[in-house]
């Protein structure tokens, strides 16, 4: 009987020494869906290991503002745009 959890045929596309870095918003946009969800191991084909740096160095791009939360259509759904009662003057 297997354990859960353990993967049988397990193929790394990033190298096991590899650093993910918040820094680098190119390499970790590799890694988050269309909708802006951290994508899970067994389609990114990470470690467990690798997936927790991966989902750190997201959370901590977010944060400074170099990765985005979520797409618009996401963000804006069933909420009214707001739009002021009075045109904006210098």
């Given at each position: 009987?297997?354990?859960?959890?353990?993967?049988?045929?397990?193929?790394?596309?990033?190298?096991?020494?590899y650093?993910?870095?918040?820094?680098?918003?190119?390499?970790?946009?590799?890694?988050?869906?269309?909708?802006?969800k951290?994508?899970?191991s067994?389609?990114?084909?990470?470690?467990?290991?690798q997936?927790?740096?991966?989902?750190?160095?997201?959370?901590?791009?977010?944060?400074?503002?170099?990765?985005?939360?979520?797409?618009?259509?996401?963000?804006?759904f069933?909420?009214?745009?707001?739009?002021?009662?009075?045109?904006?003057e210098?």
């Amino acid at each position: 009987m297997l354990k859960r959890g353990i993967r049988l045929k397990y193929r790394a596309d990033v190298p096991s020494s590899y650093v993910f870095e918040y820094k680098d918003p190119v390499a970790l946009g590799r890694f988050i869906a269309e909708g802006g969800k951290i994508v899970p191991s067994r389609i990114s084909k990470l470690s467990n290991y690798q997936q927790r740096q991966v989902n750190r160095a997201i959370k901590r791009a977010r944060n400074i503002g170099l990765l985005p939360t979520g797409n618009n259509n996401h963000d804006r759904f069933g909420r009214p745009e707001a739009v002021s009662p009075k045109p904006f003057e210098f």
